[in-house]
């Protein structure tokens, strides 16, 4: 992944009020083992990811947005291509940070990609 690579985020309904996009779209629950998922933008794109998610995993979604590799190492977060469970998937990493960082980095993430608008709303 380049600096500027997309990582492409799954906006769940529930992190949504009207338009605007919450921070909790872009920061782990507990049951993420503090690693949120996203897609690596080298390697598909916004609509076929989101056709993947709520086809394939049955999973929730109202749209796609990102934020880039360079945002998270601003914040010092890791980006981790993992490629589990599928080869473009990335988890940003938040293992370590307080609760409070963790909010704040959300935070931060979510104004970057509210910029950045929608890459793909179905």
Same mark, same amino acid.
């Given at each position: 992944?380049?600096?500027?690579?997309?990582?492409?985020?799954?906006?769940?309904?529930?992190?949504?009020?009207?338009?605007?996009?919450?921070?909790?779209?872009?920061?782990?629950?507990?049951?993420?083992?503090?690693?949120?998922?996203? #897609? #690596?933008? #080298?390697?598909?794109? @916004?609509? @076929?990811?989101?056709?993947?998610?709520?086809?394939?995993?049955?999973?929730?979604?109202?749209?796609?947005? @990102?934020?880039?590799?360079?945002?998270?190492?601003?914040?010092?977060?890791?980006?981790?291509?993992?490629?589990?469970?599928?080869?473009?998937?990335?988890?940003?990493?938040?293992?370590?940070?307080?609760?409070?960082?963790?909010?704040?980095?959300?935070?931060?993430? @979510?104004?970057?990609?509210?910029?950045?608008?929608?890459?793909?709303?179905?």
């Amino acid at each position: 992944m380049k600096t500027d690579t997309l990582l492409l985020r799954q906006i769940n309904p529930n992190f949504a009020q009207g338009d605007r996009v919450t921070s909790q779209a872009f920061r782990p629950t507990p049951k993420d083992q503090h690693l949120l998922s996203v #897609d #690596d933008g #080298d390697q598909i794109t @916004a609509a @076929a990811a989101f056709d993947r998610f709520t086809t394939q995993t049955q999973g929730r979604s109202i749209g796609v947005m @990102a934020v880039t590799c360079e945002e998270c190492s601003a914040l010092n977060l890791g980006v981790i291509a993992d490629g589990v469970p599928y080869k473009e998937h990335v988890s940003i990493d938040f293992r370590g940070l307080a609760n409070s960082k963790v909010e704040s980095c959300g935070k931060k993430l @979510a104004v970057q990609a509210r910029q950045r608008g929608w890459l793909f709303q179905p």
